[in-house]
């Protein structure tokens, strides 16, 4: 059976979906109206693979348990999840709101004496400021910046919410850029 999503990334699931599999069939066959139905609401084509990918995978477990309209009602709600789940990871990173300290002046490649000095100093101003951060806010700091964690990953990680995280990462940017000005 050739399967209308990419099932590199999970290899159960082609034995999942043989071809003498109902439920595979049921899925397969329910695809092709999703895909549609996810182009008017994403815009990206890899977007709409990427959700239609997930949801089958999501839908997987539910194998052996639901078939027919009750698949498809089941399949575009999962759909719905996963675009949720998507913007809920999205705006719990809330990049758009911080001022990234990789984007402020650094010299370029050819630079002089002075330039690269400079650079050099707001670097040491920026290593001191977060070194002087209260231990928790630089902790935070750095699981956020350094290791990429959402702020709901390191509030359940740390036992805190996600809305002291953002405001101790606030806290740890505008500590970062007070020492090396606007």
């Known amino acids: 059976m050739n399967l209308p999503f990419s099932t590199e990334l999970n290899p159960a699931a082609p034995a999942a ?9 049921s899925l397969a066959g329910t695809i092709p ?3 549609q139905h996810l182009r008017g609401q994403l815009s990206a084509a890899d977007a709409v693979d990427d959700v239609v990918q997930e949801s089958c995978l999501r839908a997987l477990r539910y194998r052996g348990s639901i078939a027919g309209e009750d698949l498809r009602a089941m399949l575009y709600r999962i759909a719905a999840n996963v675009i949720t789940d ?10 758009h709101d911080h001022c990234a300290l990789d984007e402020a002046e650094l010299p370029p490649a050819g630079a002089g004496p002075e330039q690269v000095e ?4 707001n670097l040491a101003l920026i290593m ?16 956020h910046r350094f290791e990429g964690l959402s702020y709901r990953e390191i509030g359940q990680r740390l036992g805190t919410s996600p809305r002291t995280v953002e405001n101790q990462v606030a806290h740890a940017l505008a500590a970062c850029m007070n020492v090396i000005g606007d």
């Open 33 to 35: 109206g999703l895909r």
């Open 128 to 143: 001191d400021a977060i070194g002087h951060l209260p231990p928790r806010c630089r902790e935070v700091f750095v699981l």
């Open 86 to 95: 998507r913007h809920r990871r999205a705006e719990s990173h809330r990049a």
């Open 17 to 25: 979906l043989a071809a003498d599999d109902a439920f595979g069939r």
């Open 118 to 121: 400079m650079g050099r100093e």
